[in-house]
């Protein structure tokens, strides 16, 4: 490393002046653990939707369970989740071909020439259906220690340091406090369990993967399924050390360095260059007045085929944190009536605090286009503000003072924080706002793409271990296309991924009714 990067990096850091300054991952702790610089522990869950169909009843149980099962770790503060949810209609094709990938094997080694049909399935599909992703991003933060934890962990972390080696611009391996560890793995099994227990489909992630979605989702058009993070226990590439006293260049690169694929440029108050990409970014400065279930703010968006991510920020320790303007609305209630009703507001939510968990909410959003599409960008935006301030008639604001940072407060598990004001609101009440509704295919792959109504792609496979026996009951107006899902459907089972020989394919029985 050069000894002008050395010098310049600390005043980038506090200035943060590049994307790098806003990823503050440090190393892994564990293999589904990160650690962060100030010694936080962050574990990535990617949900892939729910079991069951939801309709307002089931709608009303996730609600209801979540409140209990997830709101029990945010009567204090310490605990954070953060709940990212992403659609990009453009990343569409390379996920279908993907998907594809195995009914392609199939058919070569069956001897089909199939090449012209999937390649056609793949174009039109493509205009159809949208990536879409959603995690959970669960924190545990140093504020969740008591204080003799805190003064005692100090002292530890200086004398461990003491024993390290001097490299400064390298993982810290130690970076994870120690009295935070319990603490993280009974609030990741917790969360892990009260998903089973929805019904929500949900996978921990392991590193590795982890740090891929979180590059994957800040950089789109550098997206690569092979890149990997450099993390101790990897084998660390070698490089010849400049300097005999600092020692960065032979230890494991900076996770904030690894994962910036780029750096940004400013092109006007709200929208930033990075890398070839143009990029918005918008925060939600007063809650909607009704909390609507998330479908409606989807459903606005799909006919525009916007690409977006929105990001909520639940923290733990609402009722705490309103305290002090608790106070002060009591010493001013007497000069209006304004402040004698924020006063009572304060205190309902001290009192409901009680009873159920209140929470300190962030919620933004952004969009973005290519570097030479600066009038799209700006349309998508409008298009993504209009929608959300429908949305429950919520207060969406573009100006942020920083439109880097207004962008980066939507990024996926890289810091605990936002340009966005916190919001103080009944921990029910944003579960309401939680995407619960999206639809899981039980099937990772499956030579049979389906869809849903609004454009998310849904595998099925038959003869597998998950459908050892199936029937398939298809009964529609004339004229709806039952012929071509049935079509479909026996395709899909002739091209079923691992067969090497058409005397492997599974027997069909067709029955067509045909009323008189």
Request: with cysteine.
């Given at each position: 490393?050069?000894?002008?990067?050395?010098?310049?990096?600390?005043?980038?850091?506090?200035?943060?002046?590049?994307?790098?300054?806003?990823?503050?991952?440090?190393?892994?702790?564990?293999?589904?653990?990160?650690?962060?610089?100030?010694?936080?522990?962050?574990?990535?869950?990617?949900?892939?939707?729910?079991?069951?169909?939801?309709?307002?009843?089931?709608?009303?149980?996730?609600?209801?369970?979540?409140?209990?099962?997830?709101?029990?770790?945010?009567?204090?503060?310490?605990?954070?989740?953060?709940?990212?949810?992403?659609?990009?209609?453009?990343?569409?094709?390379?996920?279908?071909?993907?998907?594809?990938?195995?009914?392609?094997?199939?058919?070569?080694?069956?001897?089909?020439?199939?090449?012209?049909?999937?390649?056609?399935?793949?174009?039109?599909?493509?205009?159809?259906l949208t990536k879409e992703e959603c995690y959970f991003v669960a924190w545990t933060r140093p504020s969740a220690m008591t204080k003799s934890e805190t003064e005692r962990t100090v002292v530890?972390?200086?004398?461990?340091?003491?024993?390290?080696?001097?490299?400064?611009?390298?993982?810290?391996?130690?970076?994870?406090?120690?009295?935070?560890?319990?603490?993280?793995?009974?609030?990741?099994?917790?969360?892990?369990?009260?998903?089973?227990?929805?019904?929500?489909?949900?996978?921990?992630?392991?590193?590795?993967?982890?740090?891929?979605?979180?590059?994957?989702?800040?950089?789109?058009?550098?997206?690569?399924?092979?890149?990997?993070?450099?993390?101790?226990?990897?084998?660390?590439?070698?490089?010849?050390?400049?300097?005999?006293?600092?020692?960065?260049?032979?230890?494991?690169?900076?996770?904030?360095?690894?994962?910036?694929?780029?750096?940004?440029?400013?092109?006007?108050?709200?929208?930033?260059?990075?890398?070839?990409?143009?990029?918005?970014?918008?925060?939600?400065?007063?809650?909607?007045?009704?909390?609507?279930?998330?479908?409606?703010?989807?459903?606005?968006?799909?006919?525009?085929?916007?690409?977006?991510?929105?990001?909520?920020?639940?923290?733990?320790?609402?009722?705490?944190?309103?305290?002090?303007?608790?106070?002060?609305?009591?010493?001013?209630?007497?000069?209006?009536?304004?402040?004698?009703?924020?006063?009572?507001?304060?205190?309902?939510?001290?009192?409901?605090?009680?009873?159920?968990?209140?929470?300190?909410?962030?919620?933004?959003?952004?969009?973005?286009?290519?570097?030479?599409?600066?009038?799209?960008?700006?349309?998508?935006?409008?298009?993504?503000?209009?929608?959300?301030?429908?949305?429950?008639?919520?207060?969406?604001?573009?100006?942020?003072?920083?439109?880097?940072?207004?962008?980066?407060?939507?990024?996926?598990?890289?810091?605990?924080?936002?340009?966005?004001?916190?919001?103080?609101?009944?921990?029910?009440?944003?579960?309401?706002?939680?995407?619960?509704?999206?639809?899981?295919?039980?099937?990772?792959?499956?030579?049979?793409?389906?869809?849903?109504?609004?454009?998310?792609?849904?595998?099925?496979?038959?003869?597998?271990?998950?459908?050892?026996?199936?029937?398939d009951l298809i009964f529609a107006q004339p004229g709806a296309g039952k012929s071509v899902l049935m079509n479909a459907l026996n395709l899909g089972t002739v091209l079923s991924p691992g067969?090497?020989?058409y005397r492997l394919l599974p027997s069909l029985i067709l029955v067509h009714h045909h009323r008189v």
């Amino acid at each position: 490393m050069q000894f002008l990067d050395k010098l310049l990096a600390p005043f980038q850091m506090a200035l943060r002046q590049s994307v790098e300054t806003f990823i503050r991952l440090e190393t892994a702790d564990d293999e589904i653990t990160l650690a962060t610089q100030d010694g936080s522990l962050v574990t990535y869950f990617r949900i892939d939707g729910s079991r069951q169909i939801i309709g307002e009843e089931e709608y009303r149980f996730l609600v209801d369970a979540a409140t209990v099962k997830i709101g029990s770790k945010f009567d204090r503060q310490g605990h954070a989740l953060q709940v990212v949810f992403l659609r990009d209609p453009e990343r569409s094709g390379p996920q279908i071909e993907k998907l594809i990938h195995p009914a392609r094997v199939t058919a070569q080694n069956i001897g089909l020439d199939m090449d012209d049909l999937l390649d056609e399935r793949v174009r039109n599909l493509s205009n159809i259906l949208t990536k879409e992703e959603c995690y959970f991003v669960a924190w545990t933060r140093p504020s969740a220690m008591t204080k003799s934890e805190t003064e005692r962990t100090v002292v530890e972390k200086q004398a461990q340091m003491k024993k390290w080696v001097n490299a400064g611009y390298a993982q810290n391996p130690f970076a994870g406090l120690e009295p935070l560890r319990t603490r993280h793995k009974s609030y990741v099994s917790s969360l892990k369990s009260a998903l089973d227990e929805l019904g929500v489909r949900a996978e921990v992630l392991e590193v590795h993967d982890a740090l891929r979605a979180v590059r994957s989702g800040m950089f789109p058009s550098k997206a690569n399924d092979s890149w990997k993070a450099c993390l101790p226990g990897d084998p660390m590439p070698p490089r010849a050390p400049p300097s005999a006293i600092d020692l960065s260049d032979i230890m494991w690169p900076p996770l904030r360095a690894q994962i910036a694929a780029a750096d940004a440029r400013t092109i006007d108050g709200s929208i930033v260059q990075i890398g070839d990409m143009l990029w918005a970014g918008a925060d939600m400065t007063l809650g909607p007045m009704e909390c609507l279930p998330f479908p409606m703010l989807l459903n606005r968006l799909y006919d525009a085929r916007t690409p977006y991510r929105i990001s909520f920020m639940i923290e733990g320790g609402g009722a705490s944190a309103s305290q002090f303007r608790t106070f002060l609305a009591t010493i001013m209630s007497v000069t209006n009536g304004l402040n004698k009703q924020i006063k009572y507001s304060l205190e309902g939510l001290q009192v409901m605090a009680r009873s159920e968990p209140v929470v300190k909410l962030r919620v933004s959003f952004c969009t973005w286009a290519r570097k030479d599409q600066y009038d799209v960008v700006r349309d998508r935006l409008s298009t993504l503000i209009q929608s959300v301030e429908s949305w429950g008639y919520a207060q969406v604001s573009e100006v942020s003072g920083d439109p880097l940072d207004c962008v980066m407060a939507s990024a996926m598990g890289i810091h605990c924080a936002g340009t966005a004001p916190a919001a103080i609101a009944p921990m029910r009440e944003v579960m309401k706002l939680l995407p619960w509704q999206r639809p899981s295919s039980p099937f990772n792959q499956g030579s049979i793409l389906l869809r849903s109504p609004d454009g998310k792609a849904w595998p099925y496979q038959t003869g597998t271990n998950l459908t050892t026996t199936w029937f398939d009951l298809i009964f529609a107006q004339p004229g709806a296309g039952k012929s071509v899902l049935m079509n479909a459907l026996n395709l899909g089972t002739v091209l079923s991924p691992g067969l090497a020989n058409y005397r492997l394919l599974p027997s069909l029985i067709l029955v067509h009714h045909h009323r008189v």
